[in-house]
Every structure is written in structure tokens, then in C-alpha cells.
Nanobody, 123 residues
Framework: QVQLVETGGGLVQPGGSLSLSCAASGRTLSAYFMAWFRQAPGKEREFVAAISWSGGSTSYADSVKGRFTISRDNAKNTVYLRMNSLKPEDTAVYYC????????????????WGQGTQVTVSS
């Protein structure tokens, strides 16, 4: 099993930047395909970004492509999400998730989840 803890959320103005971290414990992170999801108030949870086991391959939702960057440091057992040019519609609780199975954009494929961290984009 792996435990995930997200940090780095907060309040930021439109156009600003924020970096999220997801620290893993229990097992080495390199065994897992990792992803970030988000859930805005009143909406379903949606895929944001994913990264392969080695970090050599990444995938992004169209809504964040070019603005967000996912990365990982397996030596530190941590996954990151750098968010630039933030918009009010990026406001959500952001979750990191892990799967030992096949890469996927579906939340149903992810077994392990963090508790989430709130990101609010507002002036």
C-alpha cells in the first residue's frame, strides 16, 4: 500500500502560479503511475495530468495543457504539479492518485488517493 499527502494549495490571484506536491510513503513511488485530478464545487472529479513511472511520458487535460506541468522525483517519493497562468475556473480541490495498473485518465483505475488540497483562484 502507498499513502499520499498533498500540500501546496492556497489562494492565488488570476494569472498567478502555484506548485503542489504529493508525498508518498509506504512503498516506493517508482512502482506507480501517478496522476492529478481535481474537483470543483458541484462538479465531478476530472483528470488534470498524469506521468509515467520513470517520468518520461506525460499527459494533460486540454484545459490545462501549456499551463500546468507534472513531474516526479522518485528518489524523494514525490510528484509535483506546477500551475501557471491560473484562472478562476482552476479553483478546485486537487488530488493526487496512484495506480500500479495501466496508465489511465479514468479515476476508477486509481486505487490510492490523497486527501486533497484546496486551490482557489480569485482576485
Amino acid at each position: 500500500q502507498v499513502q499520499l499527502v498533498e500540500t501546496g494549495g492556497g489562494l492565488v490571484q488570476p494569472g498567478g502560479s502555484l506548485s503542489l506536491s504529493c508525498a508518498a510513503s509506504g512503498r516506493t513511488l517508482s512502482a506507480y503511475f501517478m496522476a492529478w485530478f481535481r474537483q470543483a464545487p458541484g462538479k465531478e472529479r476530472e483528470f488534470v495530468a498524469a506521468i509515467s513511472w520513470s517520468g518520461g511520458s506525460t499527459s494533460y487535460a486540454d484545459s490545462v495543457k501549456g499551463r500546468f506541468t507534472i513531474s516526479r522525483d522518485n528518489a524523494k517519493n514525490t510528484v509535483y504539479l506546477r500551475m501557471n497562468s491560473l484562472k478562476p475556473e482552476d479553483t478546485a480541490v486537487y488530488y493526487c492518485a496512484a495506480t500500479s495498473g495501466s496508465p489511465s485518465r479514468s479515476e476508477n483505475m486509481y486505487r490510492y488517493w490523497g486527501q486533497g488540497t484546496q486551490v482557489t483562484v480569485s482576485s
